[in-house]
């Protein structure tokens, strides 16, 4: 199976930088995903790792150490627009992703 | 503007009674899911489809059903021997290997 572990809750200042871990156990690999989530909206991808290393869009950037288990989204220059929750997803296969539990974002003036 | 369109957005059934939420798509994918999510709580597997006349159970499919009788739409029902109903479901879809495009969820309230 697979399970995926990262902070319930984070607070950050705007324009601040804030990183979001996630550790996992699978049985196999299917990289590491990121997703967005407003209160009772639809989550939307932000991010992908294959591979070890960082992954960088705008103001998103996302890293994974397979060695590890582990993976981080980082994001700059927040906004308060980023106060959203955030999931990491992985799984065996593309058809069978596992999201963590999600880490709420609250970005304070 | 191609998407996924979950309807409807509320949905409210007394128990012991069986509901049919709706999930089209004109995105042209193959794959379709259907997630349930509770309040503080990620995203669970209830049903996957990978091709049209085909779909697989996820972590948690017991009360539930679907169809795929079509690319577009993939309907979850669930019946009333779901025990906990009131829930968050999202459906999604992608290509092979891509990320998941999802709809806009339909808050299900049963009493």
């Known amino acids: 199976g697979q399970s995926l572990e990262q902070p319930s809750e984070v607070t950050a200042v705007e324009g601040a930088i804030v990183q979001i871990n996630c550790t996992y156990q699978?049985?196999?690999?299917?990289?590491l995903s990121w997703y967005q989530q407003h209160d009772g909206g639809a989550p939307t991808f932000l991010s992908y790792?294959?591979?070890?290393g960082l992954e960088e869009t705008g103001r998103f950037s996302s890293f994974l150490s397979r060695s590890d288990s582990y993976g981080y989204l980082l994001l700059q220059e927040l906004q308060m627009k980023d106060s959203a929750s955030y999931f990491c997803?992985?799984?065996?296969?593309?058809?069978?992703?596992?999201f963590g539990k999600g880490t709420k974002l609250s970005v304070i003036p | 503007d191609g998407g996924i369109t979950q309807s409807p957005k509320y949905l409210f059934r007394k128990e012991g009674q069986n509901v049919t939420l709706s999930c089209e798509q004109n995105l042209n994918h193959d794959a379709m899911y259907w997630y349930r999510q509770d309040p503080g709580q990620g995203l669970r597997l209830i049903y996957y489809?990978?091709?049209?006349?085909?779909?697989q159970k996820g972590d948690i499919a017991e009360g539930y059903s679907v169809s795929r009788e079509k690319k577009e739409s993939f309907p979850l029902t669930v019946t009333s021997a779901q025990k906990n109903p009131t829930a968050f479901y999202l459906c999604a879809s992608s290509t092979t290997r891509d990320p998941l495009h999802f709809g806009n969820g339909t808050r299900l309230t049963v009493t």
């Open positions: 699978t049985s196999g690999f299917y990289g």
């Open positions: 489809s990978q091709i049209v006349n085909d779909f």
């Open positions: 997803a992985t799984g065996a296969g593309s058809y069978q992703l596992t």
């Open positions: 790792n294959a591979l070890d």
